[in-house]
């Protein structure tokens, strides 16, 4: 945190200088004076901090905030992008969940494309239309963001999905074989090799997918999957990436080794016990039973051993993945365990690489392993054992390099730029600030110290400071993503909204800014990026971008001259326009029983001259940004005269864009 | 407009009152100097009116906004709630889409109820499950809000929808009979005796639904519907309801009588030129086929008159409706039509009811009819003649009070406690403040002017003021909802967001204070409400609640101890309680081919304490408020182990609320 360049209380003869000084300054471009300011600040009953942290976070009209956050939406499926410090919330994007106003997964091939090929009809019972977002991972180059892509997984169903930064739309989603759920398991490494994802809940590994829980040691496995990333496109390549094959714990939360660690990744543990519930049965709920242990294990995966191992052959092929078993991970020094105290939830690897931090739930400590001390620990076969799966064991002694007390329940830790670590508290609804050691450049005497610890409101989750988790990181902006609203918010119903709380980092005590209610989903871990890092976007497409492959699409109708409906038996392609303010065809004629395929290119080339497609009673709406070819394919089951329009308001005559589907009955 | 209190510039003596003052008042409670502020503002780069926005605006952490926005999504579906002077967003309630965050049609009966009910297999080629929400209506006693219900149309399939301001939640959505699709007809008369929707595109009113378009004039008709509402529920009673069925114009907005017009209604309507299209069969678009009259037909309709006529027994029934045939509405003195300058958009009463203000965006005035005037037309039978399908036209000339200019593109009005209209001006990108005639208080020489007019960024639609199309406007704040934003926000990809801007009515000259973007949806028509006004919010149920009928649940479980799995032959009930941090039971057996109807209590008491249930790999996620009873239905087609969970953060140990759903092979 650096010294705040204003002082709390300013003595009277530098409010006078400060004050003259501003109305100087200020004249010709709507002038208000110091005193009009306090004036406004009292008639509206703020206090001096208020008044400040008003004007810390406002962005005026027309200007752009400084940092973007990339947040997961958590069971809403989505992704939520905000700027900070105004907090406004800038953009909702559609990932594993269908959405309306962007026309995704309803009725456009491009969008249900993307949903389909993510749900595997051999793993899911139903097509499933929903994702529970939990971890997101932008994607780096040389261990910092480079505004290419981002990846998000789904923690219900075991997937993860690709957003492209060119134009913020979700390009793939994959569901992992091997893998029933996923937690917080997912990093990219350093240069997005890979995105990592690992599972949370063990699953079967049987032919059908079933085995009771008394074979639950025995038949039950997570599983570390190492997607690899076309470096062209972004996309995940099944083809070329593999697994590694994990005892039946909890794996949670997970971060890629970068600097000194690279090539390594950490992966947390819970339920080292195997509890598998019961509670109606005679026994005890998981969330008893998964707390006997003093210690559950950090899992310390070698990545780059591993790509050795699997281009070597040693592997075996399980659903079409290619798996390195538990066995040759351990034989080949791909996998060791480091105890952890009880029910760990995060781990967060420091910017230089050298400290893995886990936060344990039910411990009050923040433990510090030392990844020189882990290299030693390996080579020198410092181990305490083996779990009952023959995974060795490092000492934890000869491994850890500090623990702090910081309060009760710490989760998750993020970094600035001077060597401190920053840590949620759940149970104490706090955040604590201590120092790192002296490989963050922390003088000895001052390392692993607790500093400063700041109320939030209430119960908080993950936190995040800007670039926090990189290898830079930039020591601006804290926010606490809190659980709990109760009374922070007016009532907005029974479900209450969660908290995003502004911290100032660069003031001395930490100090609460603003706050801002989620108003549509419950966000888990989040990443704050500088805005200027996102050098990738494009404002329009090249006039008939199919946005799914970002070349032209071969159904794009570049004019309304060659706007033209074709009819091959009963399947009826239409090759149709749309610009301000009229569709060509306006009016398509089919028959019941046809097949109709709508190919429709905004031929606009203005920035937001977004047109919309709705057809009503047929569940079809779609958006077009300009440039943009999307195709339709529906059944024309219903006979009848259904008067398509453009959804989004467009122009002056948008209300008459609009034109017929007539049904023609048999 | 009041005049602002805080002048532009203060002389230096009153700033050094005002400084001395400040400090002096704020010892003790965060004080910070008005020097202070000015060095924030400065080091921010803030100009003086920036500064005294951003101290508007702001509202501190753990405080609440004075007002309530619940504004229309567009095609996202939805509501959205927004804070006033803050513009944060506070809640996304779902209505015609899924959601998966709240468990809205992602396996909850209750939603799923809702969704089915209101998508009518008769009229839908297939399950509608999305809505383009334009138009929403808070419940009124007495031509004021009294925060009970709102209702809100789909304008793309002809449906309303109606949400509990006890929750927050969808309670019911009606698939309106002989009508397929709604823009902006939507109010509720003064006391909600009925919510109003009017048809936008007319249909074939045949038996298949079907008819070519060459019969448009013969064939298609518009409808105004009148729905019932229970005085205990807020719900929708299709049996008490009625119809007037209209010509095949375009019906567009529409706005109650209040006071002294009560017992009427009002809708604009364009396309009276009955264009069809027709632009690649050598016709022309309907952007110019429906723009060559010079007027349009404002639809007159007395509905204190048409429920008589319809309690008389003078209707004919169609598809379950009462329908007033247009030649009874004519005989009876229902429908009375007076010209409207071209393609007409907002129609507005003002608060006394006298006048009737119509924005025809091809005509540079605002038309402002006097209800005095009209109803002395009517009595005199001063007709211009009648429409070709013998309604009565009023003369212009003999019902007009007055026309104001005001700019390019006029569209909607809204209303202050002084005597003011507030216009949209869409071309010009601009609101027109003006005054209303003697009738609104105005005196006789300062009627009908033109006052002052503001740019907004870009091409608003509509606009609000607090409580502004109500009895009473509380003359605070205005909201402009631009369409377009192109440059206002960072690049959030090909997509913009619209952009709501925050004026103060209070500033004079208007000044905008905040502008936020809007994230997830195209809003259309929103409305402001005092926050103390929503009195019948709920922040906990009863325990064991059924939210769609707010008694208790036949299903609801109080107890762990009564938690239960019962067996019917292929059908398995579970009883299951949900509360920190495990479910009872916490296994539950299947086998494949069982039907699964599993209800869920949320057995806490305590405000947030919301839990979530989802099933990895059915499509099962559902959201359960304190109290809330679910029951979620499925067939167990897929064998396996399914790691149920809470999906909502709940407690230090939510990660292990969680159980397994075991289905066994056959």
């Given amino acids: 945190m650096k010294r705040s360049v204003i002082a709390a209380v300013a003595v009277v003869a530098l409010v006078l200088g400060a004050v003259v000084g501003v109305v100087a300054a200020r004249v010709g471009q709507g002038a208000a004076t110091a005193g009009a300011l306090a004036d406004v600040a009292e008639a509206r009953g703020l206090t001096g901090e208020e008044a400040e942290a008003a004007l810390k976070t406002f962005v005026p009209p027309g200007e752009y905030d400084e940092y973007y956050i990339f947040s997961s939406g958590g069971h809403s499926g989505q992704v939520l992008v905000w700027g900070v410090p105004s907090m406004r919330l800038l953009k909702e994007i559609p990932v594993f969940t269908p959405d309306a106003w962007q026309g995704y997964g309803y009725g456009t091939d491009q969008g249900l494309q993307v949903l389909e090929a993510g749900s595997d009809p051999a793993k899911n019972a139903t097509p499933v239309r929903w994702g529970d977002t939990h971890h997101p991972a932008l994607s780096e180059t040389e261990g910092d963001y480079d505004g290419r892509w981002l990846y ?32 917080g398991g997912v990093f990219v490494t350093p240069n997005t090799e890979y995105a990592h994802i690992s599972s949370m809940t063990p699953m079967p590994w049987t032919e059908d997918g079933y085995a009771d829980l008394k074979d639950y040691e025995d038949a039950y496995r997570g599983v570390s999957s190492w997607l690899a990333i076309d470096q062209e496109t972004g996309r995940i390549d099944l083809e070329r990436s593999f697994q590694i094959e994990l005892p039946p714990y909890t794996q949670d939360l997970a971060d890629a080794g970068k600097l000194t660690s690279y090539g390594w990744g950490f992966i947390n543990s819970y339920n080292t016990e195997m509890a598998v519930g019961g509670d109606a049965e005679g ?21 780059k051993k591993a790509e050795e191992v699997v281009a070597e052959g040693n592997y075996v092929e399980r659903n079409g993945m290619r798996v390195i078993p538990l066995d040759v991970a351990i034989e080949e020094g791909i996998l060791y365990f480091a105890p952890e105290p009880r029910n760990p939830h995060g781990v967060d690897v420091s910017p230089t690489g050298d400290y893995i931090v886990v936060a344990g739930k039910l411990d009050p400590n923040a433990t510090v392993y030392d990844f ?16 009952p799966y023959g995974v060795p064991i490092l000492n934890f002694d000869s491994v850890v390099a500090g623990q702090v007390e910081l309060g009760v329940g710490p989760l998750h830790t993020q970094f600035d ?3 401190h670590a920053y840590t949620s508290l759940f149970v104490d609804s706090a955040i604590a600030e201590w120092t790192l050691g002296p490989k963050a450049g922390v003088p000895e005497g001052e390392a692993f110290k607790l500093v400063d610890k700041i109320p939030v409101h209430y119960n908080i989750g993950h936190l995040v400071t800007a670039e926090g988790d990189t290898v830079a990181p930039d020591g601006r902006y804290m926010v606490a993503l809190n659980k709990w609203s109760i009374d922070r918010y007016p009532l907005v119903g029974t479900l209450k909204p969660q908290n995003f709380q502004l911290i100032d980092l660069e003031s001395d005590p930490l100090r609460i800014l603003a706050e801002v209610p989620v108003p549509n ?4 871990y989040v990443q704050m990026i500088k805005a200027d890092k996102l050098v990738h976007r ?12 970002m070349t032209t699409s071969e159904f794009a109708t570049l004019s309304p001259d060659d706007a033209r409906v074709e009819r091959h038996g009963n399947v ?3 090759y149709m326009t749309a610009m301000r303010s009229h569709f060509t065809p306006d009016i398509v004629r089919v028959r019941e029983g046809d097949t109709v395929n709508l190919h429709i290119t905004n031929i606009e080339t203005t920035p937001d001259a977004t047109h919309g497609f709705a057809i009503p009673q047929y569940n079809v709406e779609a958006s077009l940004d300009p440039g943009e070819v999307v195709n339709i394919t529906f059944e024309a089951t219903k006979t009848g005269s259904f008067a398509f329009y453009c959804s989004e308001f467009c122009s002056a005559l948008h209300l008459e864009m609009r034109g017929w589907l007539l049904v023609e009955p048999k």
Same sequence: chains 1, 2.
């Fill in 283 to 303: 026994g005890e709920p998981i969330e008893t039973g998964a707390i006997a242990n003093d210690y559950d294990f950090l899992h310390i995966i070698n990545w």
């Fill in 521 to 524: 989903a419950e966000p888990h």
């Fill in 152 to 183: 998000i997984n789904d923690r219900a169903n075991g997937r993860i999905a690709m957003i492209d930064l060119q134009d913020f739309k979700t390009k793939q989603i994959v569901d992992i074989p091997n893998s029933s759920t996923s937690h």
């Fill in 572 to 574: 009826v392609d239409v």
């Fill in 538 to 549: 494009i404002e329009v497409y090249e006039p008939g971008t199919d946005p799914l492959t």
């Fill in 372 to 387: 020189e001390l882990i290299q030693r620990a390996i080579e020198n076969e410092d181990f305490q054992g083996t779990d």
């Fill in 417 to 419: 730029d001077e060597g």
